[in-house]
């Protein structure tokens, strides 16, 4: 944990369960990219990600995702037709935040497109900056470079979040 500030900024990641190989190992044990870029936000900034990934045996995880979901300080979105069509993620996860927002709790929704979907017809996620920039989702990038580039970028957007909500718990 940094020096300066006493809790971890908590991030939480919403996706699909069909979206699933984004977060959690393959069949020999190896870790996603996705979620290797990521991981030096909870090394070099304290940061903690939070996922079904982490629920243990024995939580009760619904009670459990919604207790990291209130105290999440950034919503990561993994936008897909999935998760747009899932009732969990849009009215639970995504609800949840939204209603903390209408209560002027401080929480960032940071979008990411993996997949081709029709989100500027989502009224909660039209008007945010989506990552990928210009529209084109992750599924969209062939070049294994480019597809790099696009989760650094991500993860330096995060950061940058992650920076703007410890100066805010700083500030007098």
Request: hydrophobic content about 40%; glycine content about 4%.
């Amino acid at each position: 944990m940094k020096v300066g500030y006493r809790t971890p900024v908590r991030v939480f990641i919403a996706y699909s369960r069909f979206d699933r190989k984004h977060l959690w190992p393959d069949a020999q044990g190896n870790e996603p990219e996705f979620l290797r870029r990521l991981r030096p936000l909870e090394q070099e900034e304290g940061a903690e990600l939070y996922w079904d990934g982490r629920l243990r045996v024995g939580d009760m995880w619904d009670v459990k995702l919604r207790q990291w979901l209130a105290e999440a300080d950034i919503l990561l979105a993994l936008v897909s037709d999935d998760f747009l069509h899932s009732v969990y993620c849009q009215k639970v996860e995504v609800g949840t935040v939204l209603k903390r927002r209408r209560k002027h709790q401080e929480v960032v929704i940071a979008p990411f497109l993996l997949s081709p979907c029709e989100w500027k017809r989502v009224k909660w996620l039209s008007d945010l900056d989506m990552l990928p920039p210009h529209g084109r989702s992750m599924k969209d990038i062939r070049n294994t470079a480019e597809r790099t580039r696009e989760l650094i970028r991500l993860r330096d957007h995060l950061r940058r979040l992650i920076c703007d909500c410890i100066a805010r718990r700083l500030a007098p």
